[in-house]
C-alpha cells in the first residue's frame, strides 16, 4: 500500500521508528520499495553522489525532475520526497511554487526545504494550501555551507539547540509533516524530538530521533570520496563492483567471456549455407 504523511505521523504516534533513505534511479528505488522503506528522498546529494560535483549548488530542478521520474517509476509503495535545489525556492514564492510543481509533477509526494525564516513559513504555507506536502530540514543544511563555514556539528550548546528548536517549532506550525535533523548531539536531537508533535528523521542525529536517514551509496560503500564519522557500511559495493569488472576485463582479454553459455548459435542448416558462402569467396 501507497505510503503517504500520515504513515510517517502514525508511526511516531505509535512510536515505531520511521526509515528513509536515498535513491536517485529506477533500479535503487525499486530494491528499497521491496525491502518497504518507508520513505525515499531523491536528495539533492545526487549532485556529488552521481554527478561528481563538489557540492550540492549546481543541480537544477530540471535535472532533478530526471531523477525523481526515475525513481517514481521504480518506487510502488514508498513516499517519495525529492529535494529543493539550491535557490529553487529562495527568490519568490511563485517561482518556488512554480518549481515545486516540477517535482510533484514529475513523481515525487512531497518536497524537501532546507532552513527555517518568515520567508521560508510563508513558502511552506503556500505550498500545503497547494497541496503540497513540506519535510522541514534543520541543523547542518548543507545549501547553506558556505554561511555555516564548513560541515560542523550544528546544535552543540544550550542556546544552539533552542533556536534550532524554535526553528522546528516554526516549521511544525507551518504545517511541515516532519523535519529532517542533520548532524547534531544525540542529546540536542533527542530533546527537540519529544517536543515536537511531527516525527524528526536524524542523519548524523543520534538514536533518539523518530526515524532515520542516510545516503544508500554511503552505506552500500559505493560512494567513497569522503565518510562521514555517521555512516556505517553495510556491505562494500566499491571493492564488490571493482573485483568484478576486474574479472571481467580478464575473461575478455582471455578470450573466456562471451563464452558458448552467454552466445548465440545458427541452425546447422545456416551454418552449411555459411560454410559453403566462406568456400566459395
Ligand atoms: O540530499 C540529501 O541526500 C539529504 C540528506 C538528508 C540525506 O538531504
Redesign the pocket.
Known amino acids: 500500500m501507497k505510503k503517504t504523511v500520515n504513515t510517517f505521523q502514525k508511526l511516531k504516534d505509535n512510536q515505531e521508528k520511521i526509515v528513509m533513505l536515498?535513491a536517485y534511479d529506477y533500479s535503487t528505488a525499486q530494491v528499497l520499495d521491496e525491502a518497504e522503506i518507508d520513505g525515499i528522498?531523491v536528495?539533492?546529494?545526487?549532485a556529488m553522489?552521481a554527478l561528481g560535483y563538489e557540492n550540492?549548488y549546481d543541480i537544477t530542478v530540471d535535472e532533478m525532475a530526471i531523477f525523481i521520474k526515475a525513481v517514481a517509476r521504480g518506487a510502488k509503495n514508498s513516499f517519495i520526497i525529492a529535494?529543493m535545489p539550491y535557490m529553487s525556492y529562495n527568490v519568490s514564492i511563485e517561482q518556488g511554487l512554480e518549481n515545486a510543481s516540477k517535482m510533484i509533477k514529475a513523481g515525487a509526494n512531497a518536497i524537501?526545504i532546507?532552513g527555517c525564516n518568515e520567508y521560508l513559513i510563508k513558502f511552506i504555507q503556500r505550498c500545503i494550501e497547494c497541496g503540497i506536502p513540506v519535510l522541514g530540514?534543520l541543523g547542518l543544511t548543507?545549501q547553506l555551507l558556505n554561511t555555516i563555514g564548513g560541515y560542523k556539528v550544528q546544535g552543540k550548546t544550550a542556546k544552539n539547540i533552542d533556536m534550532i528548536y524554535q526553528n522546528a517549532k516554526k516549521l511544525e506550525e507551518a504545517g511541515a509533516f516532519a523535519i529532517?535533523l542533520?548532524l547534531m548531539p544525540s542529546e540536542s536531537a533527542e530533546y527537540i524530538t519529544a517536543n515536537l508533535t511531527i516525527p524528526t528523521?536524524g542523519?548524523g542525529a543520534g538514536a533518539g530521533c523518530d526515524g532515520q536517514?542516510?545516503?544508500t551509496d554511503d552505506i552500500m560503500g559505493k560512494f567513497t570520496d569522503f565518510a562521514p564519522k555517521f555512516v556505517k557500511k553495510y556491505t562494500n559495493l566499491h571493492d564488490i563492483v571493482l573485483e568484478s569488472v576486474k574479472k571481467y576485463s580478464q575473461e575478455v582479454k582471455d578470450g573466456e567471456f562471451p563464452s558458448q553459455k552467454e552466445s548465440f548459435e545458427l541452425t546447422e542448416e545456416e551454418k552449411c549455407k555459411l560454410e559453403k558462402k566462406q568456400n566459395i569467396l
Open positions: 536515498t528522498l536528495g539533492d546529494s545526487l553522489v550540492t529535494d524537501k532546507e530540514h548543507p529532517v542533520e528523521i542523519i536517514i542516510v545516503v
